[in-house]
């Protein structure tokens, strides 16, 4: 069993730490350096691999300084259109990586970046900036089907699988899903007891599958009650999921809760 610590970095980002009682240790898209650092120090821990899940700077930029300190390998896309500094094993779909005396499956999930990967295993869904608590991320590099394309592949874990993603989105991603479904008790559930958390200034995550199924906006394209709230947002008939995705994810990208405007 891990010990699953996310550390926080820069604005909003987690570096996600799995360790063992015998103080080896992995991280999950090392956007700083010095965090992670101070975390194996003060934890006694020895870093053994690294992880990435996409090139974005807020994901790699302390990949460099932690090979400087540490010999180990760093497992990262072989597809994406930038090189992932210090890369020592490129993966693609499918492959495993073995890490902390476990397996650790590939998964290729295109459209957030072209590259981007996501790591499952031990029940755990390492995500990156694909599927959020409650959301997803922005489709920079691909095209919106391929995006809900992606997310259709994660969804399809089992329901128990925790979700380990790359920020702390959660609080913002459950207002734009109550707007989508304001009926929806399970949203209003999750965000009371996401805004505690919060207030007590503790992480929302990990979130498991299960709980994105019932409150995630983008994992529920099908349901009709949030094709229909995509409908009315877009002003016309939406005639396939993907249509229904690419409409949310449009009106997440400008939306603004009530509060703040």
């Known amino acids: 069993m891990f010990s699953l610590t996310p550390i926080p970095a820069l604005a909003d980002n987690y570096v996600w730490t799995l360790s063992r009682e015998d103080g080896d240790a992995v991280v999950v898209d090392p956007g700083e350096a010095e965090p992670v650092l101070e975390h194996l120090r003060t934890h006694g821990l020895r870093l053994t691999a690294i992880l990435v899940t996409h090139h974005h700077w807020d994901h790699t930029n302390g990949v460099r300084a932690l090979r400087e300190r540490f010999d180990v390998p760093v497992f990262a896309s072989a597809n994406e259109r930038a090189p992932i500094t210090g890369t020592t094993h490129p993966l693609n779909d499918g492959d495993e990586v073995p890490v902390l005396g476990e397996t650790f499956r590939v998964i290729a999930i295109p459209g957030h970046t072209l590259g981007h990967v996501a790591y499952y295993g031990a029940g755990l869904l390492l995500s990156g900036d694909t599927l959020f608590s409650a959301g997803c991320g922005r489709v920079f590099e691909g095209e919106p089907g391929q995006m809900l394309a992606s997310l259709d592949r994660l969804a399809d874990l089992p329901d128990d699988t925790r979700l380990l993603c790359g920020h702390e989105y959660t609080l ?41 199924h019932a409150v995630n906006p983008f994992l529920r394209c099908r349901v009709a009650a949030v094709a229909r709230s995509a409908e009315q947002h877009a002003g016309t008939t939406l005639s396939s999921p993907a249509e229904v995705f ?11 809760p009530a509060s703040s405007r």
Not at 181 to 207: C, F, G, H, M
Not at 246 to 256: I, P, T
């Open 172 to 212: 913002a991603n459950l207002a734009f899903a109550q707007a989508v479904e304001p009926d929806n008790e399970e949203i209003r559930a999750y965000t009371e007891k996401v805004r505690r958390l919060r207030e007590q200034s503790k992480p929302s995550l990990p979130s498991d599958l299960k709980t994105e």
């Open 246 to 256: 690419a409409v949310l994810r449009e009106w997440k990208n400008n939306f603004r």
